[in-house]
């Protein structure tokens, strides 16, 4: 899938949040990529030859945040296309991929654990 289309995919996908969390994302930008860099896999302790992520929440989630939060950088929500078209057979999964990967991810923004998102479903 071409760059711009995935891109569409994802625009998609954030305008299907509903508006009361859409609106309450605060200093976090949404950026695609084209897949993770080995060096932050070995940062994370996963093997890079086996291991990939289809996306990454980096920054200080909502619920950390103190009157002290300020003057930093905007939180980072990466999205990775080639892994999420690798584990994907049919345009309707990758759509499906890209969905739960970016309610995923704005989850954390919002302070949401790994572990209470797979209770979830997710």
């Known amino acids: ?70 003057l930093v950088l905007p939180d980072k929500i990466s999205i990775y296309q080639f892994p999420i078209e690798d584990s994907c057979e049919t345009l309707a999964q990758m759509k499906l991929e890209v969905q739960r990967t970016v309610v995923h991810e704005i989850a954390h923004h919002f302070g949401i654990s790994d572990e209470r998102l797979e209770e979830l479903g997710f």
């Open 1 to 70: 899938m071409n760059r711009k289309a995935f891109e569409r995919m994802v625009a998609d996908a954030i305008s299907e949040i509903p508006d009361e969390l859409r609106d309450r994302l605060e200093n976090v930008e949404i950026v695609i990529e084209d897949e993770p860099d080995p060096a932050l896999l070995e940062d994370m302790g996963l093997d890079p030859d086996e291991d990939t992520l289809l996306g990454l929440y980096q920054g200080v989630p909502l619920t950390q945040r103190t009157s002290q939060y300020g």
